[in-house]
């Protein structure tokens, strides 16, 4: 794709090292804007800075999407930086809760959606006015683990959170559809990021084996013999953003290098 994304302006939570950063590179070579939101400032200007120095296609700002007033500043900022918004990207979701339906409090349970649903329901709901004005795209980040439990059957809260989001998905097609605007998925499977390295080096050590090992592991069940990267995802999600995907609602593309096939 070559500037696919011209003159769009692009909104994008979740921006950390890892799929964020990786969406918003794509994004910034497809002739895009971006205003990225996260809730580690020092981390989001470093990466904001190292994106575009020159700052003329790059704005940002500290957003928690379990804050109510968060997502609706972000959003501000698009508008008063760039004068519109033509995407949504939800990227950001917490995953550490682990246990099984026995070991799970439901105090945990309650942290998992307040982020994976009510966050994402949150920022959705504070782009839908800006989108409206000219139509556009909303991308939400799935996870595998909804449908398939392997290989981390122990996150059935995060799972669930993210099953709860394809079925919002569902209505907000029909609900939106009338005003331009398209919903669609992108749902990863484990795929290889800074946050992903990081935990498989922990493995890696209580478990006696290399790295290399253990990335072995998560590749042994995917028929291309690699795991997705950050970057092979956020070419999805660009194309749901762009025009090639304007007639595309209503759906959900795994990116799992065919480790589980509906």
């Known amino acids: 794709m070559i500037d696919e994304l011209s003159g769009k302006t692009i909104v994008i ?16 070579r497809e002739g895009g804007r971006v205003v990225l939101g996260a809730r580690d400032e020092t981390r989001l200007a470093a990466i904001a800075r190292d994106l575009d120095p020159s700052g ?9 999407i379990d804050r109510d007033e968060d997502a609706p500043a ?5 508008d008063s930086r760039f004068g519109r918004v033509d995407g949504l990207v939800c990227v950001a979701a917490r995953i550490d809760v682990g246990g099984t339906i026995e070991s799970t409090a439901l105090a945990d349970w309650r942290k998992v959606f307040e982020t994976n649903v009510f966050g994402t329901v949150r920022l959705i709901q504070a782009a839908i006015p800006a989108l409206k004005k000219q139509g556009g795209a909303i ?4 996870s595998q683990s909804e449908k398939h ?5 122990g996150f059935i809260a995060y799972g669930a959170s993210k099953a709860a989001m394809h079925a919002a998905t569902i209505y907000m097609t029909d609900q939106l559809g009338p005003f331009g605007i398209r919903v669609n998925r ?3 499977s484990t795929m290889w990021t800074p946050t992903l390295e990081g935990f498989a080096t922990q493995m890696a050590e209580a478990q006696s084996k290399t790295l290399a090992e253990v990335k072995a592991g998560f590749e042994a069940q995917m028929p291309i013999g690699r795991m997705p990267t950050g970057l092979d995802v956020a070419e999805a999600i660009v194309f749901f953003l762009s025009d090639r995907a304007a007639a595309i609602t209503g759906q959900a593309l795994f990116v799992n290098a065919g480790e589980w096939m509906a």
């Open 149 to 153: 439990p392997d290989p981390a059957p």
């Open 13 to 28: 939570a979740g921006v950390g090292p890892g799929l964020g950063e990786e969406t918003a590179r794509a994004v910034l």
């Open 139 to 142: 991308v939400i980040v799935g």
């Open 74 to 78: 972000l959003l501000a900022l698009a």
């Open 56 to 64: 003329e296609r790059v704005a940002f700002r500290v957003c928690d």
């Open 186 to 188: 992108v749902v990863p």
